[in-house]
């Protein structure tokens, strides 16, 4: 019995992730991304210390085009806890912000796609 989730076409699926890259929608991306429903983005973010609001800005962008509700934070291999005055910045924006491992970030964006919510992910690479 197949269980694959009918996702409509163009959308992003997060199909791998590990040794510093991911595919998406069939295609290889080494390092960090910023993944939307219809693209995805490379992101210079390696790490928790080194995110910011502005390596954030195509999110944000993205959530005033209501593109975007829900950002997905794969904070690397394990969960951190994002900084309250980046949180209190995006809430701002619209944006509720999720922090998670990397691998919980790309499994639960495949399910909200699945659903039709207006996710997007920022994963650090593992």
Known sequence: MDVTPLIPAGRQIIETYGDGRFRIANVLHPGSVLVFPARTLSWAVTEMAAMTVASL???ALAAKS???ELLLLG???RL???PR???ELLRADGIIIE???TGAAARTFNVLM???RLV???LIAV
């Open 57 to 59: 800005q195509p999110v």
């Open 66 to 68: 209501g593109e975007v």
């Open 75 to 77: 904070c690397g291999p």
């Open 80 to 82: 951190a806890q994002v």
């Open 85 to 87: 005055d980046l949180r």
């Open 99 to 101: 922090p998670m491992d």
């Open 114 to 116: 699945a659903e039709g």
């Open 120 to 122: 997007a992910a920022a």
